[in-house]
């Protein structure tokens, strides 16, 4: 029998990961005290960088790209969020990892001061289009980006996919002004559907998602990194259901099998209605004293 690996340490609170389960050739660990999730062994840089450049052309990021009108709803849930939060009339934002700069343009129209960040150089060249001189594809750790303070600094489906999340969200807290507001969604590795699905809930995505954390992880997360006055949500999505049903190909092609036959007999009509979809996501806002 082969002896299991030594535990590796929470990145949140330092405490000793056990093995929950091993999932399309990674191991996942659990936190016993905050209840972060991490993938074993971390993927290196150039796991990263090939995944996501395959996922750009024909994969969930080639989807996204398509259904960006549709999205856009979503997009707004975070603008009504934001907005009660605002304490000044034309607010910046640093988007990180903003993709191709479809909710910076939302943020625009609102008369937002918009910045974003991204590493994927096909994402950068579309935003950068939309939004000439805002769009830098620089690490958020650099000095490749206007080093001001920030309003608002959001990460949109992104602290999940770091290696080293605590730094990624301590230097977020370095970037906002007093008063300002950090927003975060990301998979909820503690809700009711992760615990019940185990390894076949979606969000267990190897080499794309590598922390996944527990709302306690988060919450602690970000107090470590001196952010206040916290608020979760859980994230209802309203999303079509064909874009839900194409994004199973990624997140749960066990469930994208079963869902085939049916879906293949829905009317078109059925494919196109957007439905609030739930997959045990959610939402944090915390402010910077």
Known sequence: MTAEPPAEACCVCGTAQRRIFGYRGHRYHRCARCGLVSTWPVPDAAAIEAHYARKFAAGNYELRRR??????????QYLELLQPRLRVPHPSV???????????????????????LELQPEAVEVASRRLPGRIF??????????????????????????????RLLGRCAELLAPGGTLIVQTPNSG?????????????????????????????????????????????W?????????????????????????????????????????????????????
């Not at 259904?67 to 707004?76: G, K, M, N, S």
């Not at 194409?246 to 009317?267: A, K």
């Open 94 to 116: 640093l988007d990180v990892g903003c993709f191709t700069g479809c909710f910076l343009q939302l943020l625009e129209r609102h008369g937002w001061d918009v910045y974003g």
């Open 67 to 76: 259904f960006e009108q549709e999205y856009q709803a979503v997009e707004r």
């Open 137 to 166: 594809q620089a690490d958020l750790h650099g000095d490749r980006f206007p080093q001001r303070l920030f309003d608002v600094v959001s990460l949109l489906g992104v602290v999940e996919h770091v290696t080293d999340p605590m």
């Open 237 to 289: 999505k309203p999303l079509p259901v064909a874009y839900v049903y194409e994004m199973l190909q990624t997140f749960g092609p066990e469930f994208h099998r079963l869902l085939t036959p049916i879906y293949g007999i829905l009317p078109r009509a059925a494919r196109a209605a957007s439905l609030p979809f739930y997959m045990g996501e959610l939402i944090l806002l915390a402010e910077k004293p």
């Open 191 to 235: 809700s009711l559907l992760a615990r019940v699905m185990g390894r076949y809930w979606p969000l267990y995505e190897p080499v794309e998602h590598i922390h996944l954390f527990s709302s306690q992880a988060l919450r602690e997360a970000v107090a470590r990194v001196g952010l206040h006055d916290v608020r979760v949500l859980n994230h």
